[in-house]
């Protein structure tokens, strides 16, 4: 998994716990269409940049399916767990529109920039094999170059002081758009708002959803 940015070097795995959510939410919200496909979740934080990949491995085939997500971010803001909920609805919505498109969806195969709550976000479409991508790198002896760029003496939330949670995935949240004032301010921000994934109810096989192009 290749950052968007030339100067992310260092970074830091997603918690534990936070991939275990991630990954909770997306096989709660798309169980009817993975089925025994494998989630692969995989995240991480660097500097200025935050970056998720979703991907589904289906059985018996070397190609995965991934959808990439980055924002950049400002440690100084405090914002990394606000722009891992960013991440997380925009792959989400890739994902949805992969499934009712039959996996046809004409998704940027390289970095590509879309307008998202007065902020940007970068998308791109791989499909590398994260198993067969790690072996390879042990076979080369690339493994141990990797770890080095994992931060082993600061935590990048921690650096950003973040003592937030995932709450925003929860379904127990008050879903946008319950009252009249909230309907009207989203039709009001509809095309700046970007994917809305985990605050809205689930989503149904072939229903309609905000287009990321």
């Known amino acids: ?24 939410v997306f096989q ?21 940049e935050v970056l998720l990949r979703v991907g589904i491995h289906e059985k018996g085939r070397l190609r995965q399916a991934n959808f990439e997500v980055s924002m950049s971010y400002d440690p100084q803001k405090k914002d990394a767990v606000e722009r891992i909920h960013n991440c997380v609805d925009a792959a989400a919505s890739m994902m949805l529109e992969y ?8 998704f940027p195969r ?25 072996q390879a790198d042990a076979l080369l002896g690339e493994g141990d170059k990797a770890l080095v760029k994992e931060e082993e003496t600061e935590d990048a939330l921690a650096r950003a002081s ?15 758009g319950e009252g009249e004032d909230d309907e009207e301010e989203d039709e ?15 989503k149904k096989k072939g229903a309609k959803k905000d287009d990321l192009h």
């Open 162 to 176: 973040v003592d937030e949670s995932l709450s925003s995935l929860s379904e127990d949240e008050s879903i946008p």
């Open 99 to 106: 499934f009712d498109s039959e996996g046809e969806a004409d």
């Open 110 to 134: 390289s970095w590509q920039e879309y307008p998202f709550q007065n902020q940007k976000l970068y998308l791109q479409y791989t499909t590398e094999n994260t198993e067969l991508e790690a």
């Open 1 to 24: 998994m290749q950052p968007r940015l030339k100067s992310s070097k260092k970074w830091t795995a997603f918690p534990p716990e936070y991939q275990a959510q991630i990954e909770s």
């Open 188 to 202: 009001a921000s509809e095309e700046d708002r970007g994917p809305k994934m985990f605050g809205a109810p689930k």
């Open 28 to 48: 709660d919200h798309f169980s009817e269409h993975l089925g025994e496909n494998k989630l692969v979740i995989e995240g991480r934080i660097y500097p200025e």
